[in-house]
């Protein structure tokens, strides 16, 4: 039996709150500090409200702590992005297999729903309003202020755990300390939230069970669903340039831009100068760092150690992957949390590095391939190959939105299948062409040749 | 006329010194700050001593303002490497053509030259002891304490010069501006500085003329020749594992390794146990980041803005070249001084980011592959192939060290003529294999093919 631990996580956002509800199921006595207020009794939810799509890996984690349920009733599930092109053109594109969906919800009503779960919990204890000033890590003292009092508080727990964001402080803590590896890196885009309200008299103004994106090469703009009927948009879109946050500066430079560029979705965003010159500018970070833990005192875990940027929608199921496998450890725990923490980190770094980079890939997808009509055919005959060899052959998106595979495996896979689509489809102008002779041809010994070389390249224990 | 400026440089180290020669020529009244006491003044040289190795860079920087002959009397020409093995066996591997050489100095030693040759220049100053605690980027005024006396003195001046290293506070000035781009990382080796003293009576006990390397695979000691008749030894070794900075703790440990892995070394080392348990262990990171430049009043420049890896021995060298790319670009001048911030950051980045990854990848090939006997004869391969291709292959070890092509160049035509060695050597078992038919068609054939590829790329502007 584990000694029960006194432990404190650094931010009560999605990953703190879930991870209090596992942390308290094996016994430990959780304290969640969060510098904001509760969200529940704010009238608007304040804070980065951009819409989360919800996947496997995420589902997973809400199911080992027996809430999926509870989340499954604000989700709405979206089967496939469609594509708006120019004139206003839809193009539909499945996500996956009939009935997979990653699903939309609001980043606030999640937080709030797993708040509610938690809080009734006698070892959870919620401290609002508590902004971490500075961490000892070797004596895990912590110092708080109360930031509707000032007043400045001690803090001493037996566990710490850093689940306090992209701009986490527990890690600001560890950069500190010797030969720390740390990296942020920023995109030169931004991102802006928007809004397309419910229909008058309720009811949604798109296709409801999908992702809409607006791909423009150099910029896009999505729209997910709400359970209210509206949309919430998001505009990529450069800081600078000629066609830029910079270089939009009057409502008419806004509007023209906006028919040019979105003319199907101008009439439903009646708000949009106001909008746009209103909310924020949001950057896009990757962070990156190692190790993510501290002796057997602290533990970063979700964003705080692995930020990534939004267009593979993976930065919250991948924090709550985080949880997991940290769960998992610790079914076979032998009580050394130092152990735990180094074993966790050196499982998870691989692949909370290889969604950071998925993710920057997928950007470039997103906003430009989509458009493509080769881009898109390839898509069908992936489906096709899939379909042929489903042990041997699962879509990259797939993998890593339906399945557990390890993300880094995920990665590391896509490029092998990249290889082999490059040679696939110099052959193919339409689908139909994929049952040429030649092409299955190739297509079987290329799917046996890497086959082989991945089992000879696992055999070496380089895998 | 470019209107002359009231320039402040922070660090008075190998670059911050140069700078202020080439800055003052230009007519500009320059001040340089230095953390440390004047280098001159104290009896032994304190400080980093690893001794460096010029090349072709360096010396073009010293050339440009007249200065190379009173460096080169100081410099050791070192023609190639020496390799030890474990029995003492001596392999030579020469760096270039003949002639072609890298040279030893001192850090301390070219440090004071530097200053010696700059501070009688009217337009030069420097002060010592002067810590920079605190930069406002907007205004340029400049918090520095005086480490004598420890009173605060506030600083002003219309541009500043970020010279001071890999731990630069002007970039940490930077670093807390929006959207700032940084990266540190450190390898999971470090080295400690030992000591070959001269042989009794004056003169060398190795040979004078090269860098001698004991490649060990996992871990390796290099020797580099000073004017004393002394060698500086430097260890590069794990931080931790079964051998490791962490393993050896007694004077026997130390000494059984030694005859294990240097015997040859250990009687050349009298004072090995004192030298390797009283030095410190050195870390070794790779800082990057960007921009460089903070509007018209501030420039990082050499380490503060690219710390490398030594094992390229391009540091200094990569250093000195920036300011030899930005003194080409004040020939032109127009008086912007953000608009040249701007373009050398943009210039020289994709330079620097390539030193730093190919001096990451020589230490993999100093430690490892150089005691390969595939390796040598490839190298030895790649000498012919450049006897017969003088115009198409340059290995890049000479790109690197005996040029002045640009870094980023060096990297991607490295990679290029990787993959054709590739290729190459699978047809090659001795030198004489060179000859054979088979194996120079296929030579001239990828060297026609990758000469297109790369005349095809650059008209794609992707070059």
Chains 1, 2 share one sequence.
Request: one cysteine or more; hydrophobic letters at 40%.
């Amino acid at each position: 039996m584990t000694e029960k631990k006194n432990i404190a996580i650094m931010g009560a956002g999605l990953v703190g709150s879930l991870l209090s509800l596992y942390l308290a199921k094996r016994g430990h006595k959780v304290d969640l500090y969060e510098r904001r207020p509760d969200l529940r009794k704010l009238g608007a939810f304040g804070g980065r409200s951009i819409n989360l799509a919800l996947s496997d890996r995420g589902w997973r984690a809400l199911r080992g702590i027996g809430i999926e349920e509870q989340v499954r009733k604000v989700a709405i599930p979206m089967y496939g992005r469609m594509m708006h092109d120019e004139q206003g053109n839809l193009t539909y594109q499945p996500y996956g297999k009939e009935g997979q969906a990653i699903y939309s919800v609001s980043r606030a009503g999640l937080n709030v729903a797993l708040m509610d779960i938690s809080e009734p919990d006698p070892n959870i204890t919620y401290h609002f309003n508590r902004q971490l000033l500075n961490l000892d890590l070797h004596t895990n003292e912590a110092e708080m202020r109360n930031t509707e009092t000032g007043e400045v508080e001690k803090l001493q727990s037996q566990l710490l755990f850093g689940a306090d964001g992209a701009f986490s402080m527990v890690r600001n803590a560890m950069q500190k300390t010797d030969r720390y590896n740390y990296s942020q890196s920023y995109l030169e885009y931004g991102y802006k939230e928007l809004t397309i309200p419910a229909a008058e008299g309720g009811g949604w103004l798109l296709e409801k069970h999908a992702l809409h994106i607006w791909p423009r090469g150099n910029y896009m703009m999505i729209a997910l669903p709400n359970i209210d009927g509206s949309f919430t948009c998001t505009l990529f879109f450069p800081y600078e340039g000629a066609l830029s946050f910079e270089s939009i500066k009057t409502d008419t430079e806004l509007l023209n831009f906006f028919l040019e560029a979105f003319p199907d979705a101008v009439p439903l965003m009646p708000d949009l100068a106001e909008d746009y010159f209103s909310n924020p500018i949001g950057s896009l970070v990757t962070v990156k760092c190692f190790p993510w833990s501290y002796q057997d005192k602290a533990l970063l875990i979700g964003d705080a150690c692995h930020a990534v940027v939004p267009f593979y929608g993976q930065g919250m199921n991948a924090g709550f992957e985080d949880i997991t496998v940290l769960d998992q450890m610790l079914e076979n725990f032998d009580g050394d949390w130092e152990k735990l923490f180094k074993a966790f980190e050196r499982k998870r770094k691989p692949d909370a590095d290889a969604i950071a980079d998925l993710a920057v890939m997928n950007f470039i997808e997103m906003r430009d391939k989509v458009a493509d009509p080769r881009f898109l055919l390839r898509k069908k005959i992936e489906a096709r190959i899939n379909q042929q060899y489903p042990d041997k052959w699962i879509p990259l998106y797939t993998m890593v939105t339906f399945t557990d595979l390890p993300y880094s495996y995920a990665l590391e896979t896509g490029r092998l299948q990249d290889e082999i689509m490059k040679k696939v489809m110099k052959h193919i102008q339409t689908v139909e062409d994929f049952d040429k002779p030649e092409v299955q041809q190739l297509l079987e010994e290329q799917i046996i040749y890497k086959e082989k070389l991945k089992k000879h390249t696992e055999a070496q224990g380089r895998g």
